[in-house]
């Protein structure tokens, strides 16, 4: 599986971006799908991720209730629509697909290439 994430930018606080990540390859329908991200000297952090058939989320703590992730899988895509964006946001957002879902990036198989979020207070 190739993932392909784009949808990054420049943004005022309480602003908007959608990212999303496509796929290519083999059974886009099988993986979860999540979305990191990490900051500069900070490590790896989870954002949220989708069970195989949609129908399951998670997020992460910090951005619970601002943030959606959903996916299509006719398109071989899933989104991160993120609200309410705050300076602390600010990180390079990475996709990636698993063949279980969870929190933890080193279960995760196959990654993007990262999408820059910038936000500006």
């Known amino acids: 599986v190739q993932l392909e994430a784009s949808g990054g930018g420049l943004v005022q606080a309480g602003g908007s971006l959608r990212l999303s990540c496509a796929a290519s390859?083999?059974?886009?329908?099988?993986?979860?799908m999540g979305w990191f991200r990490q900051a500069p000297g900070k490590e790896r952090e989870f954002v949220s991720v989708?069970?195989?058939?949609?129908?399951?989320?998670f997020y992460g703590d910090s951005v619970k209730g601002r943030f959606t992730i959903s996916r299509d899988n006719a398109r071989s895509t899933v989104y991160l629509q993120m609200n309410s964006l705050k300076p602390e946001d600010t990180a390079t957002y990475y996709c990636?697909?698993?063949?279980?879902?969870?929190?933890?990036?080193?279960?995760?198989?196959?990654w993007g290439q990262g999408t820059q979020v910038t936000v500006s207070s």
């Open positions: 990636a697909a698993a063949s279980q879902y969870g929190r933890d990036w080193r279960t995760y198989d196959y």
């Open positions: 390859g083999r059974a886009f329908g099988t993986y979860a």
């Open positions: 989708i069970t195989w058939s949609g129908r399951t989320t």
